[in-house]
Structure formats: C-alpha cells, structure tokens
C-alpha cells in the first residue's frame, strides 16, 4: 500500500495535480454545502487517468469526441429520447470542447445535456400516454427495432413520433398477448410514470457519477468512477459481509419493499419483520424518522445499513395490513450479515459409469475470487483460496477420484486469489505475468512445491468466466493440469485494474472522504505461455453448445476495448500425466448429438443468430401470433418429448458448503431436470432454493452418518456432459498408471 501511495504521489506531481496552478483555484475551494466540490472531483479523476491509466492516453480533442458519444449512449442507449438535431447541437457545443471543461473542473457540460435528455423524456412519456388512449393500428406490415443501441436516432420530432407510435403499438401488442387480467394501458402507463419517478430521484451527484463513469470508460470498459456508496458495495462484495439488518428489499411503488430475509440475520431472528412488509420512514438510534416513500432504493438501504451493535428503527406497513394504512416500529440491533451464496460450496456426486459402476466426483462452483484485505497476514479473513482448500480436503476425505472447478459466471475478483487458487494443482512456477505501459513485467509465482489435489481436473466455463477465472483456466490449461470445457471461449478481460481512493491521492480534496474512488487498469496481463487473454479469452479444449456463446457476450461487445497481444513465454514445468484432449473430445462429439437438450440449445442459438440479425419485431397482430405459435409449438413439442424420453436414474449427490464442510454429516440433494434450453447455462443451484438450507431432520446413510436434506440442484446438459468427461478422463488416466506399472 505504501509503494502504490509513492506512486499515486510521484505521478501526481509529475502531472501538475499538486502544483500551484492546480491546487489554488480547486483545492481551496471548499463546496458551500459541506459536500465534495464536482469540479474538483472531475479534474483528480481526470488527472488520473492522464497520468496513471495503461494507456497513458491524454485527455484531447479525440477522448472529448468519444466522451460526448459516450455520454449519450449512457443517457440514451437505445436511441429513443434524443434526436439527431440534439445529437448534432450536442457535437457543435461540446465536441471539442469537454476536455477542457473537465481538465478546468467545470461540470457544466454534463448538466446541460442531462437536463435536455429529461425534457426529452417527459415529452416522450406525454406522447406515449397520448397514443395509449388513442387508436392504433395492429394490421400493417411494418416493424419496429428490437436493438436500437446501432440504429440511428430519429432525424427530428417527425421521426421521434413515428419511432414512439410503432413503439406503443409493439408494447400494446406484447401486453395483449401476455394474457395478463391487467389492463394492458395500464400497465403501459404504470411502466413510463416507473421512469419517470426513477429520473425524478436522480440528483447532481448521480448526474455527476454517470459523467465521470463515462469518462472512465472511455478509455478502456473496465476503468469506473465510483461513488462513496459504490466504493461501499464493492468492499461488501469482495468481503462476503456486510453490517446491516439481513433483509433484501426491492423498490415497489415508491416502497421499498422486503422481498427476502437472509437466514441467521438480525431481521428474521426478530421475528418482528416479514417478506412483503413495506417500509416508509427509517432512524437511527433514537433520532426522529426520516421519510423514505419514494426514495431511491440504494438510499434507503444506505440508511439501513451501519455499525454492528448499532440500533435502526423501521417504520414499516406489514404485509397483512387490512387497508394498507397501518404503520408498526421495529427496532432491530444491526450485525454483520455473511453472503453465503457467494461463498464457494461443494458437490459430491456418486457418478454412474456406462458400465453400471460408480465413481465419486468433486465439482466446487466457485462465484468470485473474493477476500478481505489483510487475508494474507489474517488466517481468520475472508479468503478463495482458504475456502476451497477446505472444501478439497473434505471432498478428498470422501474420497473423490475425480474434480471440476466450475467457473461459469465468475467476473474475477483478486488477482492474489487466482494465483494462490493456482498453486493448489501445481507443485510450483509462474502463475500469470502483468506489464505496465512502460514494459515493466511483474511474475506472480506459486512458490509452496505442496500440492492439494493431484487427481483428475477439469475447468468449467463460460463467456461470463472473467478476470481471475481466466488466470486460473489459462495457467490449468498451460500447465496442462486440467482439461477446459465450455462456451467457445472466456469473456476475455486481460487487464488488471487498481482502486485509487480520491481522498488517499488527493489529500487536500475538500470532504475527501465523500469523493469516491477511481478503478483504473494499470496493467495487462499475459499467460505463462505467452499469449495474453484479452479479447480472444482462454478457448476451450472442449466446446459444449451454449446459448450464451455469441460475440454480443463478451470483451468485444464491450467499447473501447483494449488490444490483444503477445508476451514472452515464461518456463515452467508442465504436468507430466497425459490428458487425452483428443480422445476426450471424439467421445463427447459422439455422446452431444444423441443429448435432446444440447439439440434443443442448437436449435435455439440458430433462432437468435437469425433474430438477432433481422433485429426487428412485427408490428402485424397476424405476424406477430404466428410466430408466437411457432414458439409456443416449439416449445410444446419439447415438453411432449422430454416427458417420452426414459428418466435417467439420477445420481446420489451431496451438498458441502464452508458451514457444514467439517461436520460429520452431509446435505443429501436431488437433481432437477432442466425445463428449458436455457437452463443449460444454470450454475447449479435451483435460483430460487437458498445455497445453505439445510432440514432439521436428518436421516442416516449406509455408512451411519446422518444425512439432511437439501435443496434440489439442476443438473443442466453441460453439467452432465462435463461429468461424462472427468469420468472418462479419470478411465484413461487409471489405463495410464497400469501400463506404467507394467514397464516398470
């Protein structure tokens, strides 16, 4: 920490951000209300990304022209509120002219064009209420976009009302086939005044977060500005914790409404609060109530939130209130809240082998690379790495002969983690190599020559196998210690970032404290062979079908992006047990086709290739049934197969999470088939089943442990095949140790 603050400092003055003729016009001016100055803020993230952000990339005329393209696209993704005239005024006004703006700590820019955009929205809500109650047409043969995110924006008023009429026409349509008892103009009209609300709340300080994001990602899509709540809910992710009082809570109406209580939190032990109850008015301690009807819901779970031991006060509506009117207090005791879903957890499953013997598998499906800060010095902190040695020795204990880390939907996390994670599989030697914009290299290296698990390994992916995931499955693949499978490829994020608090960078920042954070990426990494996974990701040894393996997921969807390229290959000693990837994937190609699940998921990729290219919806109420025929056809003509086909005999599978890894018992689960193609992408567990729900009524296996039962976890075709694999795998290397014991 102290060599990345000399750093911060040294680039500071480098780039003029303490020098005099920076400091004296911002820094002494103190903001009227107490609040971090804006202009202040804008120039200390500006001057950072100039002086620290990979690119080393100035803030000009160009960067000013990508901004302001930014900057609409953030207001106006799907190009439905501004018009090109506005467009066009914005480029005349504000082209060449934002990095000055920015770089002299004037937010006027931003302002101006938010408040445009808001007008603009009113005016399209007023005009979309205008064509609700009026007539509108559902038999020509037109179509509206479904992505306008590419399509121009209207050339003026004409046009925008054009775009709005087929626009609520396509809604009307989409209301009337839903079958809904709602009235569908209602319904419509409820949506837009939701909009409007949600504009409504936002403040100068959102308007500002929303600019600043932007200018950020301008230079690259993983570098953010992040407000002091943001930089609080990053720490709260990487931790797994949080003080608060363990309820999640949704925004309903202008309420915010509890939608969960988190099992063992504050809330649901004092059973004066239940799902569905609405909140109006939060205080701390005894302080007098502060109003929360129609609040932003990440504000009222700021008041919420607070030290352990401290006390909150709700007042709050109960969901069995007769008329809706009547209000009770809770008073309820905060205390540290552990996000258990995100934690890793274990599955151990008695495979059956086309011979009718089984094999005990490990699969360990891994959310995040998450820890807390002193988990290096801490053995107690939050930590992957902790968390799944523990999980890997119990599944050892129960003797698994073979693993699968599973990756899907892992964004990353700490890039320590994913090297510590690494040395688990391999004796020792470089994990991963990051280059600063000057050439300089840095090795992360598993020094420890132990070696948690030696058996069979496979990785599984996804396009959304991100960051850290793509260390761990790069350096697994390098070291050919485990077989990759999956999408096509990983996201594709070969980039590594920093999170710089203004405050720590800018000590005489006014009320520094409020100002927020800055995430820049500061380095890429590449592979120990070489190759870097930006943009082209780690490919899979063996590719499964995924509805989810397009281009439109991943690092090349995103903007602005950074380059791939090379780096020198590091040496190292590769595993010496063979892999099989050929005759591995001959037997998976042989078993995919005969899978009806993996037919229905290449029937559907082939549908969304073919949409996503037309890109257009009918606005024929005759067109637009057809095809809702054909899909509801489709659909029924699955069902009618699934339900023909002869049921597997499922797998005995167990459940081992960090709470019950070191008990003598084990959570007993089921497997769900999927119900759609979609469900092929699933993670595992069924999304609505709590991860750690445990019955308290244990039953006894064959060996007299006692066994509870568990949630039931969907066992998804890729899921299945993988299993396939490692049992495969697991024959093969058994044939390659008896024909070396035989030449021995």
Request: include cysteine; hydrophobic fraction near 35%.
């Amino acid at each position: 920490m102290k060599k990345m603050l000399r750093s911060l400092a040294l680039a500071a003055v480098a780039f003029g951000l303490l020098s005099p003729q920076f400091s004296l016009p911002l820094f002494q001016r103190l903001h009227a209300a107490g609040e971090p100055d804006p202009g202040q803020i804008t120039v200390a993230v500006a001057k950072l990304l100039e002086g620290i952000h990979y690119s080393r990339q100035r803030l000009d005329d160009s960067m000013s022209e990508r901004l302001l393209k930014n900057y609409l696209e953030a207001l106006d993704y799907n190009h439905l509120f501004f018009t090109q005239e506005d467009v066009s005024a914005f480029n005349k006004a504000w082209s060449k002219k934002l990095d000055d703006e920015i770089l002299a700590g004037r937010t006027l820019a931003a302002h101006q064009i938010y408040d445009i955009f808001r007008q603009r929205a009113d005016s399209r809500v007023a005009l979309a209420k205008q064509l609700l109650e009026s007539s509108l047409s559902f038999d020509e043969d037109r179509y509206v976009e479904i992505n306008r995110s590419k399509v121009a924006w209207p050339e003026d008023e004409a046009a925008a009302v054009q775009l709005w009429t087929d626009r609520i026409t396509s809604e009307l349509l989409q209301e009337k086939f839903s079958k809904k008892k709602t009235d569908p103009i209602q319904t419509i009209a409820k949506r837009y005044d939701r909009f409007l609300r949600d504009l409504q709340e936002q403040t100068s300080e959102d308007v500002l977060k929303t600019f600043l994001l932007c200018l950020s990602q301008t230079y690259d899509p993983h570098s953010d500005y992040l407000s002091k709540t943001d930089l609080e809910q990053f720490a709260i992710q990487m931790r797994l914790s949080l003080f608060g009082i363990g309820a999640k809570l949704r925004s309903e109406e202008g309420y915010a409404k509890i939608i969960e209580l988190v099992p063992g939190g504050p809330a649901l032990k004092s059973g004066k609060m239940k799902v569905g109850d609405r909140i109006v008015a939060v205080a701390q301690g005894d302080k007098e109530f502060v109003d929360c009807v129609d609040l932003k819901i990440d504000k009222v779970v700021a008041m919420i939130r607070g030290k352990k031991d401290s006390i909150v006060r709700l007042q709050v509506i109960p969901v069995d209130s007769a008329t809706g009117s009547e209000t009770k207090v809770v008073e309820i005791k905060r205390d540290e809240i552990k996000l258990k879903d995100e934690e890793a957890r274990a599955e151990l499953i008695e495979w059956s082998k086309p011979n009718g013997q089984t094999v005990k598998l490990g699969m360990i499906t891994l959310p995040s690379f998450y820890g807390e800060p002193d988990r290096n010095t801490n053995p107690n902190a939050k930590s992957t790495t902790r968390d799944v040695l523990a999980l890997i020795k119990r599944l050892k204990q129960e003797g698994i002969q073979g693993l699968v880390m599973d990756l899907r939907r892992d964004g990353g996390g700490f890039l320590d983690e994913a090297v510590s994670l690494t040395g688990l599989f391999i004796r020792q030697g470089p994990v991963v190599q990051a280059r600063s914009w000057n050439g300089e290299v840095a090795v992360s290296r598993d020094k420890d020559t132990k070696i948690e698990y030696d058996g069979p390994l496979v990785v599984l992916v996804n396009r959304q196998s991100a960051s850290a995931s793509e260390i761990f499955a790069g350096a697994m693949q390098d070291y050919n210690r485990a077989i990759v499978i999956g999408d096509s490829k990983t996201f594709g994020k070969g980039t590594v970032q920093q999170m710089i608090e203004l405050s720590r960078a800018f000590p005489p920042l006014a009320n520094g404290s409020e100002a927020g954070a800055v995430k820049l990426t500061i380095q890429k990494f590449y592979r120990v062979a070489g190759g870097s996974t930006q943009l082209r990701g780690v490919e899979s040894d063996i590719v499964l079908p995924s509805i989810y393996d397009l281009p439109d997921f991943g690092e090349e969807s995103l903007k602005d992006p950074l380059a791939y390229d090379t780096f020198n290959a590091l040496e190292f000693d590769k595993w010496e047990k063979p892999l099989h990837i050929g005759e591995l994937r001959k037997k998976s190609e042989t078993r995919v086709p005969l899978t009806p699940e993996f037919k229905y998921v290449l029937e559907d990729l082939e549908i969304i290739r073919k949409r996503t290219q037309e890109n257009r919806l009918s606005l024929n109420e005759k067109a637009r049934q057809q095809q809702m025929d054909e899909d509801k056809s489709r659909k029924e003509k699955r069902d009618t197969e699934r339900k023909s086909l002869t049921a597997e005999k499922q797998p005995r599978a167990y459940r081992i999470t960090l709470d019950n890894v070191d008990k003598k018992g084990l959570a007993a689960i089921t497997f769900v088939e999927p119900k759609s193609a979609k469900d092929s992408q699933s993670t595992s567990e069924d999304e609505d089943a709590p991860a750690n729900d445990t019955s308290s009524e244990p039953q006894t296996d064959k060996d007299g442990r006692p066994v509870f039962k568990a949630p039931p976890i969907r066992l998804d075709p890729v899921k299945h095949e993988t299993l396939n694999i490692l049992t495969d795998l697991i024959e093969l290397t058994k044939s390659d140790s008896g024909q070396t014991a035989k030449r021995r």
